[in-house]
């Protein structure tokens, strides 16, 4: 019936504590701006003349969270299963640790990857890394939770949903081995994929408890 219906919220995912948001909004910000200094990343610039301030560049994400399963209120293609399913119910409320392995950034948005756990994997759903429109070609034959990520922020004009599509992009030339090592940073390996994409893959994981639940918006 339709209060069936409204009860499905617009998505699930995992929240970051209140406790680690400063943490995670300062570690992007000095990535941010040591990037926006590198001589490699003024020469792929698309006007290697003019001076891009990237902490200006893209408007903060609201709530940081990896999403898990966006449900559109119930109006996404298999919504109504996943609010259903037995791992959800089980986990709804649980806090566990969110691995981030890498932060990216793109002409478009910055995000942080998230590498999930086995028990992470049960709360994700088969078809995430073929649902984004338009999928990158190589994106489908990508591992379960590729696409788990953190919107950290996104371009003026750009929705958050791009930010996956993003890193999907980046991995899967990764995968076929695209892609530059630019220089070896204090955080991690940076490379540049080409079209403005830059990954720093984190020496150290950076480990951020998150509370698994929704937001009905
Ligand atoms: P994000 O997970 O990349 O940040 C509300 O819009 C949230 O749902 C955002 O966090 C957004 O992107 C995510 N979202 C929006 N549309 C989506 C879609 N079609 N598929 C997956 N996630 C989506």
């Known amino acids: ?125 088969a078809d995430a890394e073929k649902q984004a429109e338009p999928v990158p070609e190589a994106a489908a034959s990508l591992p379960l939770g590729s696409r788990a990520h953190i919107t950290l922020g996104c371009a003026e004009g750009v929705e958050p949903v791009q930010t996956g599509i993003d890193l999907l992009e980046i991995l899967a030339q990764q995968e076929s081995q695209q892609g530059e090592l630019v220089e070896e940073m204090e955080l991690g390996s940076l490379t540049y994929y080409g079209e403005g994409k830059w990954l720093l893959n984190l020496r150290e994981p950076i480990c951020v408890p998150a509370c698994f639940s929704s937001i009905y918006g």
Not at 21 to 50: G, P, Q, R, Y
Not at 76 to 101: F, P, R, T
């Open 1 to 125: 019936g339709p209060l069936e219906e409204v009860s499905i919220p617009l998505y699930f995912g995992w929240f970051l504590l209140f406790s680690v948001k400063n943490k995670i909004k300062c570690t992007s910000m000095d990535f941010l701006k040591t990037l926006d200094t590198l001589d490699a990343f003024k020469k792929h610039s698309v006007d290697s003349e003019k001076e891009v301030d990237l902490e200006q560049y893209f408007k903060p994400a609201g709530i940081l969270h990896c999403t898990t399963k966006f449900c559109d209120y119930g109006k996404a293609e298999g919504a109504k299963e996943y609010a259903e399913n037995q791992a959800v119910i089980k986990s709804y409320g649980s806090i566990s640790d969110l691995s981030l392995s890498a932060f990216f950034v793109t002409p478009r948005t910055c995000g942080a990857r998230v590498y999930l756990t086995e028990e992470q994997l049960q709360l994700w759903p």
